[in-house]
C-alpha cells in the first residue's frame, strides 16, 4: 500500500476516467442517466478546463481516481472514488491524504449525496464536515 502513486490523468485516460465515472454514479446512487459517451465528452471537457484528473495507481494498477477543480477556492473535489475491489483496504483514506497532500491546501469542499452513508462516514472520519444543505423539488 506504501507503493500507492498519483498521476495526473491526459487525453489517454480520458474513457478509462469515464468508466470509473460510471461506476461512481452507480454506487453513489446517483440520478445522473448520462451514457457513457456522454461522460467521456464531459470528462474531455473537464480535463481541458480548470479540472485535474488525479489517478491513483498501486503496483502499475490503477485504483481509483479523483477530479479537482481549480479554478474554485477552497479547490473542490468534484469526483472521488476507490475501485469496488480495492475497497476496505485504506486505500481511500491513503489516496485522500497524498492527494490533499499534492493540493498543498488546508481546504477542500466535496458534496456527498445525503443517502450515500457509507461515504458520509467516510469523509467525516477525515475531519469533512457538513457546510450547507442542497435541496431539489421535483414534481
Not at 459517451?37 to 495507481?57: G, P, Q, S, V
Not at 473535489?77 to 485504506?90: A, N, S
Not at 491546501?105 to 442542497?134: P, Y
Request: net charge neutral; charged share 30%.
Amino acid at each position: 500500500m506504501n507503493g500507492l502513486t498519483i498521476r495526473i490523468g491526459g487525453e489517454a485516460d480520458v474513457e478509462l476516467l469515464a468508466k470509473l465515472n460510471k461506476q461512481l454514479i452507480e454506487d453513489e446512487r446517483h440520478d445522473n442517466a448520462m451514457t457513457a459517451i456522454e461522460l467521456k465528452e464531459r470528462m474531455w471537457h473537464f480535463i481541458r478546463t480548470d479540472y485535474k484528473a488525479y489517478l491513483f495507481e498501486q503496483g502499475g494498477e490503477i485504483i481509483g481516481y479523483a477530479l479537482v477543480d481549480h479554478n474554485r477556492q477552497p479547490l473542490y473535489v468534484r469526483q472521488f472514488f476507490i475501485c469496488r475491489d480495492q475497497r476496505r483496504k485504506g486505500y481511500g483514506r491513503l489516496a485522500f491524504e497524498r492527494l490533499a497532500s499534492l493540493l498543498r491546501t488546508d481546504q477542500l469542499d466535496i458534496e456527498v449525496m445525503h443517502w450515500n452513508e457509507s461515504a458520509n462516514a467516510f469523509w467525516k472520519s477525515l475531519g469533512f464536515r457538513e457546510r450547507s444543505i442542497c435541496m431539489r423539488l421535483e414534481r
